[in-house]
């Protein structure tokens, strides 16, 4: 313990926050990644948890639910947190607290254990981004925030998009508690290297009042809301007096708390930094990149195991390609603006590559193969990794340091809103485009190409020595089966280039953020 001590007194000096920053950078960074990577590591092992913990499919669904509505709302305190607890210690006890909570989940024996765990997981997880992102800020000077965004960007990116990957090779090679024990020794990587290196914020305030009742505004309105987004489709959105009853709360409730926060002399959360337009700009544009980001990699998933037959584990290697490229694609951007592109060039030309890929996308068909989806998979995470940091630094670049804890915060909730508010309209939208495509093929049955194709149907069970009457009644099931198919692959199709065109949508947004270097007042922490 005594060789220790030493090293943690040093870490608080600013030659060597200096000289540790990059250590600092990828032990933030993992701890981001494990919480991301808990995001979607457990709808691979849905099926098995339902036989083990005896829960329905409906059930079984709080099990994401608890976790991502924990996440939400402590996003936007994590800068109220970070001064209560002090950054350091806070983080420190985030990472803890999600590795306890890990440990319980894979030992859960009921759903109501396991949903509770999961929340506790969720309230560890959700502090860890915004409060990476503040420590990036910290530890590196403004010359250089450019690669320490492209070094957070890359878990940020990293981790939902391998959730699928990594829970689909545990799950089929082990069994699903281990997609919980894989974040013990991460976890612990994390924990220690934080403790050996992470400092404490300089930028600290002094937490004279906590506002109770401004906390459990924000709790329940923005609980609400995630419960609205995550039960919305599959409950019908307003035909469902819960629905209606998740929006009365989130609107009224959110209201009042951005009312009070407003108004009040200690808020948790300092709403006044979206008074800057080049930040109220960049929360418009990170919503926008987390709905394509999260939808495009919920809708691929779904597309490639219902409609291609492709097991969890050969859809998570598909994906891989894409997170890496993202990964590598980011490192490159923070060079190009270092050495003086425009962020909002490189912004533009990511937008447009994202375009690009779901145009390259919206070609898939029934028909597809491996090798068919492995470009425009890449081409995405291109995409993707360009406008992630230059994004980010444009985002912050007016605030002063004293605003970074609240801004940051509410960055990271937009994006995660936005992730959320595209699933939910990706799922809302295939059922509906699925069922316009679904009618527009049954009124075409009746054409001379669709009469030869039931003909050939018929033809081929009556060869295989099935009785003509059940041969015609099987033809025609099968005939559906072949429209409904297509019906979901086209409403996919469609789905592809709406977010695709949705990017774009923001890009005159740009033109709110003129400032295209990071406050230099970064450097005056040092």
Not at 418 to 429: E, K, P, Y
Not at 470 to 475: L, P
Not at 477 to 498: C, D, G, P, S, W
Request: charged share 10%.
């Amino acid at each position: 313990m005594k060789s220790i001590l030493p090293s943690l007194s040093r870490s608080t000096d600013d030659t060597s926050i200096h000289q540790h920053r990059y250590i600092i950078a990828m032990t933030v960074t993992l701890a981001c990644v494990l919480e991301l990577l808990d995001t979607s590591i457990v709808n691979v092992a849905i099926p098995h948890m339902m036989g083990s913990l005896g829960a329905t499919l409906d059930e079984i669904t709080w099990v994401s639910i608890g976790y991502v509505v924990a996440n939400v709302i402590v996003l936007p305190i994590s800068g109220f947190l970070g001064n209560l607890f002090g950054r350091r210690n806070y983080l420190v006890l985030s990472i803890a607290l999600f590795i306890v909570a890990s440990i319980a989940c894979g030992n859960s024996t009921s759903l109501p254990e396991m949903v509770f765990w999961r929340i506790v997981q969720g309230l560890g997880g959700g502090g860890l981004i915004a409060t990476a992102q503040m420590t990036l800020f910290e530890v590196f000077p403004a010359k250089e925030m450019g690669t320490a965004m492209a070094i957070f960007g890359m878990g940020i990116m990293l981790g939902p998009m391998l959730g699928p990957t990594v829970g689909g090779w545990l799950t089929d090679q082990y069994s699903w508690p281990w997609i919980f024990y894989i974040n013990l020794p991460l976890g612990l990587a994390a924990l220690l290297l934080t403790l050996l290196y992470v400092p404490d914020s300089k930028l600290r305030k002094a937490v004279t009042h906590i506002d109770f009742f401004g906390l459990l505004l924000m709790a329940s309105g923005i609980g609400a809301l995630q419960l609205l987004l995550e039960r919305g489709e599959k409950l019908e959105w307003f035909d469902s007096w819960e629905i209606v009853t998740y929006t009365v709360l989130s609107i009224g409730a959110i209201g009042a708390f951005i009312i009070r926060q407003l108004e009040h002399d200690h808020p948790l959360v300092d709403l006044r930094v979206c008074k800057d337009g080049q930040f109220s700009a960049g929360l418009a544009i990170t919503f926008l990149l987390g709905a394509s980001l999260f939808s495009t990699v919920f809708i691929f998933p779904v597309y490639a195991q219902t409609l291609m037959g492709y097991t969890a584990w050969q859809t998570g290697l598909l994906i891989l390609p894409s997170a890496l490229a993202s990964g590598l694609t980011m490192p490159i951007s923070a060079k190009l603006v270092d050495r003086g592109m425009p962020p909002r060039l490189l912004i533009t030309l990511g937008a447009s590559i994202f375009l690009y890929s779901m145009w390259m996308h919206h070609h898939f068909t029934t028909q597809s193969g491996i090798s068919d989806f492995m470009l425009p998979l890449i081409v995405r995470g291109i995409g993707l990794g360009m406008i992630f940091m230059p994004l980010n630094s444009l985002s912050m670049a007016n605030l002063a340091p004293s605003q970074i804890g609240s801004a940051t915060g509410l960055y990271n909730l937009t994006r995660q809103l936005g992730g959320s508010v595209g699933i939910a309209l990706s799922a809302t939208f295939a059922t509906k485009f699925a069922h316009i495509n679904t009618d527009v093929l049954l009124e075409n049955l009746g054409s001379d190409t669709a009469m030869e194709r039931l003909a050939g149907l018929k033809n081929m069970l009556l060869g295989s020595g099935t009785p003509a009457a059940a041969a015609e009644q099987a033809a025609n099931a099968l005939m559906m089966q072949i429209v409904n198919k297509q019906a979901l692959m086209l409403a996919y199709e469609h789905l592809f280039m709406l977010f695709g065109f949705a990017m774009i949508s923001v890009l005159p947004l740009l033109a709110f953020m003129k400032k295209t270097k990071v406050k230099a007042s970064a450097d005056a922490l040092h």
